[in-house]
């Protein structure tokens, strides 16, 4: 048992390496990439820490040339999802009891591997099953997860060291306990580092969990798996599993243990879990911690004071980043009539100069969207507008499956305000753009409040201190994390804590002490030293 107040190393963000032309680090991803892009990839369960073969398989296909299988990956019958839940029962005792300096040296050792000998494997492998552009990969892949370990573990130190006052009379001290229980952690394709913290986050609080990545994030979910398995994560600790989301959803909610739910994806799935919990809130030893990170519409508001070149390249940057598959991604935008003219020539000028293609190709911006349905989504709401009266599409507007799920980045101008896609999340690489009256900003701020049912990131963009002062007050309740002179997308762990609110989520802030202290139960301990002999109190005397 350790003995001493532990001082964890200072966390410091992940240097973001460049992958220019000439440098090592260009050379080492590329030989990587091609590596596992030739080699077939087996996925199977992690259970009780060991890897488990269902034989029930699916195929791992990149979404920039769908017609060629990199691997393949095992998918969980019931049996499966009722052992992970059980060897998570069985592990938490012994997780829990351990020191917690030492479950922080194992998720400081995981960070190392993540930005050390796994940082281009993880990138690569973000690459070929997200389609994401190298700078993409490792801005997420390697160093977000890597930032989400280092600063948890040291939020974690931080949050023990706060205890209450004492006194003469008594020590109060808090201990923060892990959920009874296990968490359940739910995480989507996008981003690989919310892969990694969801799980663990929880688990370094000294939970135990069942993480349930997504189908289209497979091989990277497999190579965080490696790295936790490398940095000694114990057995049962994170049990991964995955396979039809409804069947392993209702066994997992419908278990008396069941402590909490750690989630990133869609508002609807959410809400489904929401009321699957509510309809079971009595089979439950505790009440279950719900923490959700959903949807956005999110916004980007120019003053008439804005430079329109920072206007469009916080657009173009916002909205076709990862092709807009980002929940922060910018995908309405307000811009004043005097600076429209040229915002437009410079957004049609940059969106014509994207390349798209392979992200092994360094020249490429953009890359694919993730699947066939999110491809068809997006094609649907294209061809709406070319046909719409009040719409008219200024760039992009073509879509082409034969090879991959491509979309052009496509922006659309409207007349109308609540225009659909102005009001309905796309998830995709689409912009729709309304233009404003000058001497209407102020009530244009009002119109971007009551537009949308989410509330995750937006962003002002002025010179004018009133007028951004004026959006940051009326837009107080309408996003989560709010920008103020540049884009609406780019959190960074231990700067910006990232989370929204309405139905864009629980807004716990994940890479922060909020998010950790979900997965605990503080358990007040007073002690008093010389306890009193006698009922009677100064104020009963005669």
């Keep these: 048992m350790g003995k001493g107040f532990f ?20 050379e080492e991803v590329l030989n990587t990439y091609k590596e596992m892009w030739n080699s077939k990839v087996e996925v ?80 690569a492998a973000t690459m070929i099953g997200q389609s994401k552009n190298i700078f993409q990969a490792e801005i997420d892949s390697a160093c977000e997860l890597a930032d989400f370990l280092r600063f948890n573990v040291e939020y974690m130190s931080q949050i023990f060291d706060e205890q209450p006052e004492s006194d003469a009379q008594a020590w109060n001290r808090v201990e923060h306990r892990p959920l009874e229980g296990f968490v359940y952690a739910i995480t989507p394709f996008n981003f690989t580092a919310i892969a990694g ?3 663990s986050s929880a688990a370094l609080m000294g ?14 979910a497999k190579v965080v798996m490696d790295v936790f398995r490398e940095a000694g994560v114990p057995a049962g600790v994170i049990n991964m599993i995955v396979g039809d989301p409804v069947m392993i959803t209702d066994t997992i909610l419908a278990h008396p243990d069941f402590a909490g739910v750690h989630y990133t994806g869609s508002t609807d799935v959410f809400k489904g879990l929401w009321a699957k919990i509510g309809q079971n809130i009595n089979t439950y030893k505790s009440y279950p911690r719900i923490v959700g990170e959903t949807g956005g519409k999110d916004f980007i508001v120019a003053h008439p004071s804005a ?30 009539k005097s600076l429209w003219n040229q915002v437009k020539d410079f957004m049609v000028k940059d969106i014509e100069s994207f390349k798209m293609g392979s992200p092994e190709d360094m020249r490429n911006f953009i890359t694919a969207v993730i699947h066939e349905n999110s491809f068809n989504k997006l094609a649907k709401y294209i061809d709406q507008a070319k046909a719409a009266s009040d719409a008219e599409i200024i760039a992009g507007g073509n879509y082409d499956k034969s090879k ?5 980045p496509t922006v659309i101008v ?40 989410y509330a995750l990131t937006g962003s002002i963009i002025s010179t004018d201190r009133y007028a951004a002062t004026l959006a940051t007050k009326i837009l107080e309740n309408a996003a989560g994390n709010f920008y103020i002179n540049d884009k609406c997308t780019g959190a960074v762990v231990g700067r910006q804590p990232f989370g929204g609110a309405r139905a864009s989520g629980t807004n716990d802030k994940a890479g922060s002490k909020l998010n950790l202290l979900r997965w605990v139960s503080p358990r007040l301990i007073k002690e008093t030293f010389v306890p009193a002999k006698d009922y009677r109190y100064p104020f009963m005397g005669e």
């Design 307 to 336: 430079d329109a070149k920072v206007v469009s390249t916080a657009l173009v940057r916002g909205a076709f980043e990862f092709q807009g598959q980002k929940c922060s991604a910018a995908s309405r935008a307000y811009v004043p």
């Design 207 to 220: 939970n135990v969990c069942v993480w349930k990545p997504s189908d289209h994030q497979m091989y990277s």
């Design 414 to 453: 409207t007349t109308n305000p609540k225009y659909e896609t102005m009001e309905t999340e796309l998830f995709g690489p689409v912009l729709t753009i309304y233009v404003y009256e000058d001497e209407k900003y102020e009530e244009t701020l009002h119109l971007v409040n009551e537009t949308s049912i």
């Design 404 to 408: 991959g799920w491509f979309v052009e």
């Design 44 to 123: 199977p369960l992690f259970i009780n820490g060991k890897e488990v073969k269902s034989g029930n398989i699916k195929s791992i296909r990149p979404p920039h040339d769908h017609q060629h299988e990199v691997g393949t990956y095992h998918t969980a019958e019931k049996k499966h999802v009722d052992e992970a839940i059980q060897t998570a029962l069985e592990a938490r005792q012994a997780w829990a009891d351990l020191p917690w300096e030492q479950r922080a040296a194992v998720f400081l050792k995981a960070a190392d591997l993540v930005a050390g000998p796994y940082r281009q494997k993880l990138n």
């Design 197 to 199: 913290n969801l799980p």
């Design 7 to 26: 001082h964890v190393p200072p966390a410091v963000n992940e240097p973001i390496k460049s992958y220019a032309p000439g440098t090592p680090e260009r």
